[in-house]
């Protein structure tokens, strides 16, 4: 399986959290309460933008 690099743009919100944008993937954004949450959830956030992308084409 091929391992593919994303880069992700953190920006802390207005509150406490901090949103991810992935400069790759158009749309695909998540965001988190600590940095760890934002981790984990920009993850999913990939993997489901992944697999739109799939289904179109």
């Known amino acids: 399986m091929k391992t593919q ?3 992700v743009i953190i920006e802390q919100n207005e ?3 901090f949103i991810g944008k992935v400069a790759e993937l158009q749309g695909c954004l998540s965001q988190g309460d600590t940095l760890n949450e ?3 959830n920009i993850q999913e956030a990939i ?3 992944l ?3 799939r289904g179109v084409n």
Do not use: S
Request: contains cysteine; negative net charge.
């Open 15 to 17: 509150g406490d959290g």
């Open 47 to 49: 993997e489901l933008c």
């Open 5 to 7: 690099t994303y880069h």
């Open 51 to 53: 697999e739109v992308q």
């Open 38 to 40: 934002l981790i984990k």
